[in-house]
């Protein structure tokens, strides 16, 4: 089910049930007739109604479904012109388009408070996949007026673990961090049976199930599955699954997952090269920052393994042929003549190399280096200009050092595991 479909179900039952008070009666009496308009009326508790909205003899009413609701007298307690109130949002949407997910919270209560209900809980899937480990971010999902609930394992609307799972599968960032919460209520043995269906889960031809199950083994069973997550931190197509699956190679806390995703940085596809300085980047490792820069100074533009790329010339041109006089040989009785020709030429000559080969994926040199610089940056923290030149003189001066360092701590710090989170 869709996020829009959830609210508008939400709404309505809620609708239908809200206590009605006679302070509320007080201060939300509208006048004899308010014509229709896009509203956003906020009920007794907290919930508000939005879209078309009229008032007659006292009483507010929302249409739904091409058919007019009356709500209850008393249950509207403010009232706000739909308009004005996107103009606002358009104000601190712009005030905060560069913001971190953490500086986003106050937005998306904002909009929760307000009754954009579509808008915040699209904004908290946007920040989920910035920071899928953002603690501002995930308190956002404790809320009591979050406007989406996911079926309770028991129920009639789930049934089952099955069709929890299902349901998952269908949904979006927040609806699967709310689905792995209630699967984490269940009993341990329970839980531990889930294991081998979540590992399946990964080779899904859907993308969405793909990425619930790499969360789903990365929140409730971090160590498992290892194999499967790295080849799908490497080849899966879908950037929110390798993200997934990378993160819970993280979660592992073993720098041995490091290995095999850099001995993919020598893959003949520019895509797994660049898949796999991506996934080497969340890991948030010590380990991984050697293999990224030793693998950023052997790049040549060529994009393969090192070597130089092929160089040739190109002459685009025309040329002419004329006769620019004779030869003449002079013989006894007889006069031979021999024609000298010239030629006249114009145009122009390239020299010319091949800069990058484009794969499947659309992945070219200049992809490569800038996720690799990337990788390097969120590693490392350090202040380097984002060049190629620039990271590997920084390898070659300060590079070393830098892991010897860090490796000789045993594990990598949390600076390392908060910049692999965003």
């Not at 209560?109 to 910035?130: I, P, S, V």
């Not at 380990?287 to 100074?297: G, I, T």
């Not at 070659?396 to 595991?417: I, N, P, Q, Y």
Request: glycine share 10%; charged share 25%.
């Amino acid at each position: 089910m869709s996020i829009r479909a959830r609210c508008s179900s939400l709404v309505a039952v809620l609708t239908l049930i809200v206590a009605v008070t006679p302070a509320a009666a007080q201060q939300a009496a509208p006048d004899d007739h308010q014509p229709i308009a896009q509203r956003l009326l906020t009920l007794h508790g907290g919930l508000v109604v939005r879209g078309t909205t009229r008032a007659d003899d006292g009483r507010w009413s929302w249409k739904r479904d091409g058919a007019w609701v009356d709500l209850p007298l008393g249950a509207v307690v403010s009232v706000r012109d739909e308009d004005d109130a996107r103009a606002e949002l358009s104000v601190r949407r712009r005030e905060l388009r560069k913001a971190a997910p953490a500086e986003r919270v106050p937005l998306v209560e904002w909009m929760l408070e307000t009754g954009f209900y579509t808008e915040g809980l699209g904004e908290l899937d946007r920040m989920l996949a910035e920071g899928p480990d953002d603690p501002a971010t995930l308190s956002l999902l404790d809320r009591d007026d979050l406007p989406v609930r996911v079926p309770r394992l028991g129920t009639e609307e789930s049934g089952d673990v099955a069709g929890l799972l299902d349901y998952a599968a269908r949904s979006p960032a927040s609806l699967q961090e709310l689905v792995v919460r209630e699967l984490s209520r269940l009993p341990l043995a329970e839980r531990r049976s889930l294991q081998p269906q979540l590992t399946a889960g990964l080779v899904s031809r859907e993308s969405l199930r793909r990425r619930f199950s790499a969360l789903a083994l990365r929140r409730l069973f971090p160590g498992f599955s290892v194999d499967e997550l790295t080849r799908r931190a490497v080849l899966d197509p879908a950037d929110e699954v390798r993200i997934q699956a990378a993160l819970a190679l993280r979660d592992t806390g073993e720098e041995s997952v490091v290995d095999p995703l850099a001995r993919a940085l020598a893959s003949t596809s520019s895509t797994v090269r660049t898949h796999a300085a991506q996934s080497l980047g969340l890991t948030g490792f010590a380990a991984a920052v050697e293999p990224l820069a030793l693998r950023l100074s052997t790049l040549s533009p060529g994009g393969g393994g090192g070597q130089v790329a092929p160089r040739g010339t190109i002459f685009v041109g025309r040329q002419i042929a004329y006769v620019q006089g004779f030869n003449a040989e002079i013989a006894t009785n007889a006069a031979i003549a021999d024609p000298l020709i010239g030629t006249l030429q114009e145009g122009v000559t390239l020299d010319a190399k091949i800069f990058g080969a484009s794969g499947g994926g659309g992945y070219t040199y200049s992809h490569e280096t800038k996720q690799l610089r990337r990788s390097l940056a969120k590693l490392t923290g350090a202040d380097v200009r984002d060049t190629n030149d620039a990271w590997k003189q920084w390898w070659k001066t300060s590079g070393e050092g830098w892991v010897r360092e860090h490796m000789a701590s045993g594990s990598t710090d949390d600076g390392f595991r908060s910049a692999a989170g965003r």
